[in-house]
């Protein structure tokens, strides 16, 4: 099991020893000699930390309690040439995960480690699980209300569209200097009616998703429709669409919903580009499962905030004026109904890439 392992000596014989064994069983490992080095190379980033008791710029005891305050997720390991009792007992306090002594033999520091990493993966799998049981929960309760509310809204909505049309008609028939002022707010009108339908309609969709029915369908050809959907609202926009399906293969699938995957997570990757950016569609075999094929959408836009991460999927998150935050959270359910998964990453476009992990059966 591999971990981020960062290794805070200063003795640098030691350190590159220790980088290359762990380098070789598949650890990605950075090094700093002193306390500030460590906190730097740290940040955002640290699994387990294999600190020295005795570093030129502080001590190793109050650095693990400093980079534990930082990723309260890490596990530290302290190195001492002389153990005492009380530095022991200052590392248990400050959480340090285990205790080692120096000489060190090889066999006990590299079955330290590993238990370390165990213990630390095991902790963000059950943290994933938490929040998916939370995800779950929020889900099912707002798709109550959700539900209720979208009816209740639902039919004032068409008597005012009804209503609009009528107007539109009446005032089409009006003077044209009479008819001119009209025009602009009427258009307005319509205009919000719609989103409010579009909004509505995401919102059923949520509270009540339609069971899949499966039927091979082809990606390329599924591609292809999409491509065609955006390609207006793409050169209206100045954003660039590639396409790109080199393979073609044929997945039990619900066509009409996984589109609906498709064109949210292309709007997104639209809105994101902006003008001159570029948006990519693109299929491809999954290098790490044969049992599974990709479909990513790719873009040259800013990417997705850092501190966004698992909150995308969640109901209403969205950084958008006018956006309701339900189309990743509807996508991700269609795919799960799938059996598959989106994940999120960074696009060689300079942007973010969503990627759709479909079952090929
Ligand atoms: N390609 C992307 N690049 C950067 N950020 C993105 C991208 N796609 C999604 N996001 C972020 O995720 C948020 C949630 O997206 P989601 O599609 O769920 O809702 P939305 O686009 O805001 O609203 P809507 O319900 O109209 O789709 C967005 O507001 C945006 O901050
Ligand atoms: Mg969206």
């Not at 220790?18 to 090094?31: N, S, Y």
């Not at 065609?228 to 790109?244: H, I, K, N």
């Not at 501190?307 to 950084?319: H, I, K, S, V, Y």
Request: hydrophobic share 40%; net charge negative.
């Amino acid at each position: 099991m591999s971990a981020h392992v960062l290794l805070v000596e200063d003795n640098p014989e030691f350190i590159r020893n220790l980088e290359e064994i762990l380098t070789d069983l598949g650890h990605e490992v950075r090094t700093a000699p002193s306390c500030a080095g460590a906190l730097l190379a740290a940040a955002g980033w640290l699994e387990v930390a294999l600190v020295d008791l005795k570093l030129p710029d502080g001590d190793g005891t109050s650095l693990a309690a400093q980079l534990k305050d930082a990723s309260p997720d890490c596990e530290v390991v302290l190195l001492t040439g002389h153990a005492s009792v009380e530095s022991a007992a200052a590392a248990v306090r400050a959480g340090v995960w285990a205790y080692l002594m120096k000489p060190l033999s090889t066999p006990d520091l590299l079955a330290t480690l590993d238990k370390a990493v165990r213990h630390v993966k095991s902790q963000a799998e059950k943290r994933e699980l938490t929040r998916r049981a939370q995800m779950a929960e929020k889900l099912a309760a707002v798709g109550t209300l959700t539900a209720g509310l979208s009816h209740e809204i639902r039919n004032p909505l068409n008597a005012a569209a009804l209503q609009l049309t009528v107007l539109e008609r009446r005032v089409h028939k009006l003077e044209p200097t009479v008819q001119r002022p009209l025009l602009q707010p009427l258009t307005l009108v319509r205009d919000e009616i719609r989103r409010l339908e579009h909004i509505l309609q995401d919102f059923l969709q949520f509270a009540r998703p339609s069971p899949l029915t499966l039927r091979p369908t082809p990606l390329k050809g599924l591609l292809e429709k999409v491509w065609a959907f955006l390609e207006t609202d793409a050169e209206r926009r100045g954003v660039r669409l590639e396409f790109s399906c080199e393979r073609a293969p044929v997945l039990p699938a619900d066509e009409d919903q996984l589109r609906q995957v498709l064109m949210n997570l292309s709007l997104n990757a639209l809105d994101a580009a902006g003008p001159d950016g570029t948006v990519r569609l693109s299929c491809e075999d999954d290098a790490h499962h044969a049992d599974f094929v990709l479909l990513q959408v790719d873009d040259s836009g800013p990417g997705v905030p850092e501190d966004a991460g698992p909150r995308l999927f969640e109901p209403f998150f969205t950084t958008k004026a006018n956006g309701s935050g339900l189309g990743l959270p509807i996508s991700n359910a269609i795919v799960s109904q799938h059996g598959g998964q989106i994940t999120v990453g960074r696009s060689p476009l300079g942007g973010a890439r969503f990627t759709v992990h479909l079952p090929r059966s």
